[in-house]
């Protein structure tokens, strides 16, 4: 097997290799470093793994190479805890803060997560995006390359939806991947503050809905004094497991109420913060392989005490650090440095905390048979850091050590600038032509078949349109019939309207073929996942289908066009008529083939059979348009 891209020579290359699970306690100090290390992959997935020379087995004429001497290479870092999705900041409640007001003081006269609830209601889907976008993009530069988002700024069901799809766009448009939690019980809103009850079975019938739209994959709670109770979350929690979402708890942040403990009972995946958890609770955890997620700068942004991080590991446990990103306790996107909190003042050790953000990260919310460590099979998401050794990252803290991030095999952040093209704003029209030709000849498959298809029929009509051009207005056009010419300025705008519908679609079959590409990678552990996964499968192929097929159409309407001005077009231009022509045949047959391709895998037998006798039509009647078109082209031409 041959590699489209290899790394190689890295000064050292940290796999993180083992089994897919839980590293726990001494299980933390492992970290698999090859020195003079490479890496390759094919179409976004790991090849091979090792040191040397012995990369030049799997190197090909396509193989793109890229020297790691003097960098480490590690797995993409995974945050998996982040509320990246709200309105507005909270800087307005930063003196208060650093005067000492507790946090559930604030919370009490409507600071805190309450206040990010009022500016997340007034914003806007676009705003709310934009605004999670920067983000993301800002993390990415920092090296992290999936993340888990939380909603829980609504808190009603309006909402919550309008933040959870916000990271489902997101999820599909940047490369950044996001699994997504809801967290109605975040708080509790001003409303129900004499009535928590009644609020509570707001949020139990905010579940089905959510999961039926598949907008989350876990459900979370906030169990804190004042918050939500030991009982209250047990029964929030027992509610969503019903409703097939996996489980996470925010514990024993500020007060030890027992949610570490009740984690373990309820089978979390994994429980957060932890800074206020005893001994008990460490054993119990361990015992039980939840993920003791810390949240660090969460702790340092408040002054408030860090979590126990060396005596959960002493223990047994299995700890992950995340960035705990949000507008108020933890307004920071750089996983860096929770890393170098997580050895400073956690006293974890470097090789505790690479594990903590990969591997372990990745258990927390269950992706570790994909990503998270670097083996063949798995997904070739990882970093070049312009450090010296993996000490190194952690001791010069503050900086951003990233040199170059890669997604699935493709280079999305280069000398700490994010490079890739984002696939909602995707501006393929908009690239110089050596641009497009270098996304074409890349290892990503999109752009594909389906956008150059799109582009070949574009060029078509706008050949076509030249010749009109330098045939309306001359001597021998004005000579013509009054009907004939008003026909053939009419045929003209008929052109026009075409290629202006045709050139969105180069960009919008790249999007299509990424939006299936993220169903597929949709859980399916559970039958409601599967079902979920399924339904989005054939959703998005079906919408794939759409767009070539809509290409071929017009390419077949362009021909249709194209025979009827033919004779009076300017006799010296013929040739670009013939041009243009086998232009549009060809976006025509190859958006056909892009349609075929996907009709295989759809279950609507009748949507299925429907575009494949639309095709066989436009494939029919196009040759023969083609064939007409060219017959009296050559005849032109003599």
């Not at 009972?265 to 008990?280: I, P, Y």
């Not at 927390?364 to 998270?372: D, L, M, P, S, T």
């Not at 700490?416 to 498959?445: A, G, R, W």
């Not at 040759?623 to 031409?637: F, N, P």
Request: glycine residues 8%; neutral net charge.
């Amino acid at each position: 097997m041959k590699a489209d891209l290899i790394i190689y020579h890295v000064s050292q290359l940290y796999t993180l290799n083992g089994n897919n699970n839980l590293r726990q306690g001494n299980e933390m100090k492992q970290v698999g470093m090859i020195e003079n290390g490479f890496i390759a992959s094919l179409k976004g997935k790991i090849i091979a793994i090792g040191s040397g020379e012995d990369y030049l087995l799997y190197k090909s004429e396509k193989t793109k190479f890229v020297n790691g001497w003097g960098l480490i290479l590690t797995p993409g870092l995974i945050d998996s805890h982040t509320h990246l999705v709200h309105g507005g900041s909270r800087e307005h409640e930063f003196e208060q803060k650093l005067s000492g007001v507790p946090y559930l003081e604030i919370l009490k006269v409507g600071g805190g997560i309450l206040s990010t609830v009022e500016a997340t209601k007034k914003a806007s889907f676009s705003e709310l995006y934009d605004k999670a976008k920067k983000s993301l993009d800002m993390m990415l530069t920092y090296g992290v390359t999936t993340v888990e988002a939380k909603s829980g700024y609504g808190l009603e069901l309006e909402t919550e939806l309008k933040q959870l799809k916000v990271a489902k766009k997101l999820n599909e448009t940047h490369p950044v991947d996001i699994k997504s939690t809801f967290l109605g019980a975040h708080a509790v809103p001003v409303k129900y503050k004499e009535k928590k009850s009644q609020y509570i079975e707001e949020i139990i019938k905010m579940m089905p809905i959510i999961k039926e739209k598949g907008l989350a994959e876990y459900c979370d709670v906030f169990c804190e004094d004042e918050v939500f109770s030991i009982e209250e979350s047990r029964y929030i929690l027992n509610e969503a497991k019903k409703h097939g979402f996996k489980l996470k708890i925010h514990a024993d942040e500020i007060v030890p109420l027992g949610g570490a403990t009740l984690a373990c009972e309820l089978g979390c995946v994994s429980a957060d913060h932890l800074m206020a958890s005893t001994k008990a609770d460490f054993i119990n955890l361990a015992k039980n392989k939840v993920v003791a997620n810390l949240l660090p700068a969460t702790s340092f942004s408040l002054n408030k005490d860090f979590a126990k991080a060396r005596e959960m590991i002493e223990r047994g446990c299995g700890v992950a650090l995340s960035s705990d990103y949000n507008p108020g306790s933890c307004p920071s996107e750089n996983l860096q440095f929770v890393m170098q909190l997580g050895s400073i003042k956690l006293k974890m050790l470097p090789t505790e905390v690479l594990n903590a953000v990969t591997i372990n990260a990745a258990c927390a919310i269950n992706e570790e048979a994909r990503i998270g460590s670097l083996e063949v099979g798995k997904d070739a998401d990882y970093i070049l850091f312009d450090c010296p050794n993996l000490d190194y990252l952690l001791y010069h803290f503050g900086i951003n050590h990233v040199k170059d991030v890669y997604k699935l095999g493709k280079l999305v952040v280069k000398d700490q600038k994010v490079c890739y093209k984002d696939c909602d704003n995707m501006s393929l029209i908009d690239l110089k032509v050596k641009e497009f030709i270098s996304e074409v000849d890349s290892n990503s498959p999109a752009p594909g078949g389906g956008s150059v298809s799109a582009l070949a029929s574009t060029f078509g009509v706008s050949l076509s349109r030249m010749v009109s051009h330098l045939t309306i207005g001359k001597k021998k056009f004005l000579e013509l019939d009054e009907k004939i010419r008003i026909d053939y300025e009419d045929n003209f705008i008929t052109l026009n309207n075409i290629k202006e519908e045709l050139i969105p679609l180069i960009d919008n079959d790249t999007l299509a073929y990424n939006i299936v590409m993220k169903a597929y990678k949709m859980p399916k552990e559970t039958d409601v996942e599967k079902k979920l996964r399924n339904e989005a499968i054939e959703k998005a192929t079906i919408e794939a289908i759409k767009v070539p097929h809509e290409i071929a159409r017009l390419s077949y309407k362009a021909l249709e066009v194209i025979i009827k001005m033919l004779p009076y077009g300017n006799k010296n231009a013929i040739s670009d008529i013939g041009v243009g022509t086998l232009l549009l045949y060809t976006g025509l047959e190859g958006a056909i083939m892009n349609v075929k391709i996907n009709l295989s895998s759809l279950k609507d037998f009748g949507t299925a059979n429907m575009y494949r006798n639309s095709c066989e039509e436009l494939l029919t009647l196009g040759i023969k348009l083609k064939e007409d078109i060219l017959a009296k082209v050559y005849q032109g031409i003599g």
